[in-house]
């Protein structure tokens, strides 16, 4: 029987279990569920965060004794960041207050989620993520500020520097996306170019305690490069940002306000050591690998041999498939890691 959960993640389950091999299919798409389950935001969260002893609050590795603490804010954004919250308010209880940029209107005892567009930065995002500065930096040395980070919170929390507009930043986005450049050339024009990103929401925060809850939609969970790294140092420059509009011949489009913006290289982004990261600690509560985790767990489950042969696929789409057909055909005669019934097992970020 068929053991995928109701309702499962799959809107056309039926269609996809009409063809041949059907109980083949069956096992590949509970195997795909169960990995997706396992990187479930709410779960993820509730994973790390945990109260002992009344008072004592677990993040991972480290405690905190909120007897200590004045104020508890949450804030932060992403297309995961209401499920986050959820499980944080869940945890603390009425404890806590803050603002979300998120994929939902919701409320959460004193947690507000509002909705921000994604891809595209919205005006709703932009007056959110005002919002979510003013807390932080409201914030004292005896105030703890969790931060919920997941993918989408880049565009999810979009908040210009002081003489930009949100168009400005639109415009640069789009300009870069057209001409091929990569995420870490994006990233590091867009942290210059906002008030939240690139390490500055922690800036925001000092001299408050800040734990980043992060849920990574990135290969290899680079802390700068989730939701451009509010929380994280960044080591990219105005000059680095500079150099990547004149690679790709677009210095000259950007916005005027962009161009004189980067020239007079205002307010630039806290590095490694700088003395607000101090009270930081960052944790990702879930990524590709714990995705992967569950899924050769519903793999072995069912019977099959498993190897997982990498978290790191990228490139092509459409090129993706020629770089695990050799591995299949070893197995098939026979010849490969593992014996049949073999499940060979992928995880990363390939391009549409």
Known sequence: MCNLGKPSIFKNLEQLLSTANKDVRRDVLQVLEAAVFSVDPYRC??????????????VGDKRFFLGGYENIFVVGGGKAAHSMAKAVVD????????????SVDTKMGGVTCVQAGHPIPDPRGEEGAKKILEIVEGAGEKDLV???????????MPLPEKGLSLGDKVETTKLLLACGANINEINAVRKHLSRVKGGKLARAAYPAT?????LSDVIGDPLDGIASGPTAPDTTTFEDATKVLEKYNILSKVPKTVRRFLEEKRGETPKPGDKVFERVYNVVVGNNEKALDGAERKARELGYNT?????YLDGEAREAPEKLFGLVRGVKLGRGPVRKPAMIIAGGETTV
């Open 45 to 58: 969260v509730m994973d790390y965060l945990r109260l002992e002893d009344g008072d004592w609050l677990v």
């Open 307 to 311: 190897v997982v042969l990498t978290a």
């Open 146 to 156: 969790l931060c919920l980070l997941s993918g989408g919170g880049s565009a999810m």
């Open 91 to 102: 945890v603390l209880g009425d404890r806590v207050c803050g603002w979300l940029n998120g």
């Open 210 to 214: 800040v734990v980043g809850l992060i």
